[in-house]
């Protein structure tokens, strides 16, 4: 799935992307032509609140998170 960062936009796009109510549509237009079409969803639901975890088992998901990403990269 392509994904869009709104902070990598000009400020103008971003706000006028950001607002787009639920079922609006966006229509991609280049050269007089369409490109493509988009619908707004609803935002995704509200993630359940983490468990509390001590500070070893913090610091164990942290450096573990950590690990994975630089061996995904590399």
Avoid at 50 to 74: G, T
């Amino acid at each position: 799935m392509a994904r869009l960062d709104l902070d990598d936009l000009p400020p103008k796009i971003a706000a006028l992307l950001a607002g787009l109510p639920e079922g609006e549509d966006l229509v991609l237009v280049q050269h007089g032509a369409v490109v493509s079409r988009l619908t707004v969803a609803a935002p995704p639901p509200a993630a359940e609140p983490e468990p509390d975890l001590s500070p070893e088992q913090k610091m164990a998901e942290v450096f573990e998170d950590f690990r994975a990403a630089i061996e995904d990269e590399f």
